[in-house]
């Protein structure tokens, strides 16, 4: 049986694959490309996790595609928009066609001889058929769709109650007026309780250590004054560059002057907490975006709190009781619902483990190119969002790279494209000067970077 080849394979048919397929579309329309999708939709992220609650940590501006306009009223949008608004960019720019569903690419490996990668598609629970393509553009994400991080707690057979990791939520589960404890303070956690605590009894946020929270609008006044006056697309660049532009000051001024920009969110949550603010809740021990700042919007979070609906507890877990959690302060929490949002599982490139002519490459030795290519892989690119910033602003660079990539090579007539790392040169450094718990929990696994 012939072995059908491509110009391009797309892994991942999320955010970043939407965005891909667009891109290799509209700039290569010579090029013959295909998106394999593991699961039975599009979507990603937006597809997977079913929490209640459920939202953007980024305005949609900055979140949402450059190419095609965000036009809801919402800034920071529910899950349930966003994944309607990723199907109707495909749907518009005519990329379903493109797609493979049930389609899990399960190996890789370049075949230097012929300039091609040989690829493996696992479709369903069926056989597995060989694809070959030039490049493979890789846009998965990077964390673990199957698996989160679940740290083990003492004790934790023992409750009696129902613990849920929100990766894995039942929409069918009914948490009315249930003692809810949430463990974890990132923007899940801050997502999590206010939603939960307009059915729940009580739900209490049970933190290691605070972290950052700033309140944003849901509505954008200024972008929505710009879609009244000006065409879709001029609003919608507008109000893209002026939250770049906020967001990149925001950034800087934080690494700048930490203990100002310290002081700035902190007084804000006392301002609107009031006689119910507890400094010991909200002053982090790490400096602003050691660690990504967590948006709660329309101040629904504090609101929370302030309505007794919900608190915060600031300890260390001994361990699960029959009917809750022990603290190191010896507290004890009552719960009749445990959720563990403590975090994701790191997974490179959807799992697939490249291979150099049937030679296993370990991702901790590469050195990422431009964070879109690797030293030593040819023919071979990954999007990947930013940690500072909204996911698909880096994203969208990585597509258009890729494509004046692809350009390049066709103008030149060259076959292979490959990035080498001088190591006389440079030194290495991690490739994402990050505190955040799930990335120093795979730095043996992350690429670096070059000095």
Not at 28 to 51: H, I, Q
Not at 162 to 177: A, E, G, R, V
Not at 206 to 222: A, G, K, V
Request: hydrophobic share 35%; with cysteine.
């Amino acid at each position: 049986m012939e072995i059908q080849t491509l110009d391009v394979v797309i892994v991942g048919a999320g955010l970043s694959g939407i965005c891909a397929a667009y891109h290799i579309k509209d700039k290569c329309p010579n090029k013959n490309f295909l998106v394999f999708e593991a699961r039975a939709s599009m979507g990603g992220t937006w597809d997977l996790f079913k929490y209640p609650g459920i939202r953007s940590d980024s305005d949609m501006y900055t979140l949402g595609f450059s190419f095609n306009p965000w036009e809801d009223a919402k800034a920071i949008a529910d899950g349930k928009s966003i994944l309607q608004y990723i199907k109707d960019t495909a749907k518009k720019f005519d990329l379903e066609k493109h797609i493979r569903y049930n389609s899990r690419v399960i190996e890789s490996n370049w075949n230097s001889e012929k300039e091609i990668w040989e690829l493996k598609i696992q479709e369903g629970e069926g056989a597995v058929k060989i694809i070959n393509s030039k490049f493979v553009f890789s846009c998965t994400g990077y964390y673990n769709y199957t698996e989160a991080h679940n740290p083990q707690f003492e004790g934790s057979e023992q409750f009696k109650g129902d613990i849920i990791h929100p990766q894995f939520w039942d929409t069918d589960f009914d948490y009315t007026n249930k003692k809810i404890v949430v463990i974890g303070s990132g923007a899940t956690a801050v997502t999590l309780v206010p939603e939960l605590a307009k059915k729940a009894e009580h739900v209490t946020m049970l933190q290691r250590s605070p972290t950052y929270i700033i309140n944003l609008p849901s509505e954008d006044p200024i972008a929505n004054w710009f879609k009244k006056v000006l065409p879709m697309q001029w609003a919608h660049n507008i109000s893209r560059w002026k939250n770049i532009l906020i967001s990149l000051g925001l950034y800087t001024a934080s690494r700048k002057w930490p203990d100002k920009m310290r002081k700035f969110i902190t007084d804000r949550v006392e301002r609107y907490m009031g006689n119910k603010f507890n400094k010991e809740d909200f002053n982090p021990k790490y400096n602003p975006w050691d660690q990504r700042l967590c948006l709660i919007p329309d101040n629904d979070l504090f609101k929370s709190l302030k309505s007794g609906k919900s608190s915060i507890q600031t300890d260390t877990i001994k361990k699960f009781t029959e009917t809750g959690i022990l603290l190191n302060s010896d507290k004890e929490l009552e719960a009749d619902l445990i959720v563990t949002a403590t975090g994701l599982k790191i997974q490179l490139l959807g799992g697939i483990v490249p291979y150099i002519d049937g030679k296993e490459i370990h991702s901790g030795d590469l050195i990422a190119y431009k964070g879109v290519m690797f030293s030593g892989i040819p023919n071979f690119a990954v999007a990947v969002g930013y940690t500072n910033a909204s996911w698909t602003l880096k994203c969208d660079l990585n597509c258009m790279f890729f494509a004046r990539v692809l350009q390049h090579m066709d103008r030149n007539n060259l076959s292979t494209v490959k990035p080498k790392f001088d190591h006389k040169k440079f030194t290495t450094e991690p490739l994402l000067d990050f505190d955040a718990g799930y990335i120093q929990r795979a730095l043996d696994v992350l690429p670096k970077q070059g000095s």
